[in-house]
């Protein structure tokens, strides 16, 4: 368990943390102090890991953890329209399609912490069981959120 194995496994995984900071940081500010924070707890906590699970799933898990305990602990307003695009996740698209992933970006925002929770895990192919491991609910629970997110996801993009 050594720092450059540390290193390069969060390299490897590194679009979980700026995926999940970007889904819920208001601002680019915001963002970097999340990521820190992400990259300091996951440290503090890789003697732990025991590689029962992928490193992708028990980043996501520190990830998600860190970044609701945060925004626990200040009471921030949520400003659904600050996004800014990620331009590093987002390639060889048209503008059309730049605007139609910003809609769904703004629309997974708009969720609750865990609904936004369970879609960012759906959408990077997680299996229900996998989710209910990561967000400690069962994995019926999961399904019933997912299905349910889907539907407010469909209504809010028709707006």
């Known amino acids: 368990m050594s720092e450059a194995a540390f290193l390069e496994a969060v390299k490897n995984s590194q679009g979980i943390i700026y995926k999940l900071v970007g889904l ?10 999340l990521y820190q924070e992400v990259l300091l707890q996951s440290w503090k906590a890789w003697p732990s890991f ?4 992928k490193f992708s799933t028990w980043l996501y ?29 987002v390639t060889d698209t048209t503008n059309h399609k730049k605007e139609e992933i910003e809609r769904l970006r703004r629309a997974i925002r708009s969720l609750s912490e865990t609904d936004r929770a369970i879609v960012s ?15 400690g609910i069962t994995i019926n629970h999961v399904a019933v959120k997912l299905h349910r997110c889907k539907q407010q996801l469909a209504n809010l993009l028709k707006q």
């Open 24 to 33: 819920y940081a208001n601002d680019a500010e915001e963002r970097k102090d």
């Open 50 to 53: 025991r590689g029962e699970a």
């Open 61 to 89: 898990r520190i990830c998600l953890n860190t970044i609701l305990t945060q925004k626990r602990k200040v009471n921030r307003i949520d400003y659904i329209e600050s996004l800014e695009p990620v331009e590093h996740l």
């Open 121 to 135: 895990m759906h959408l990077d192919g997680y299996e229900n069981a996998e989710m209910a491991d990561v967000l």
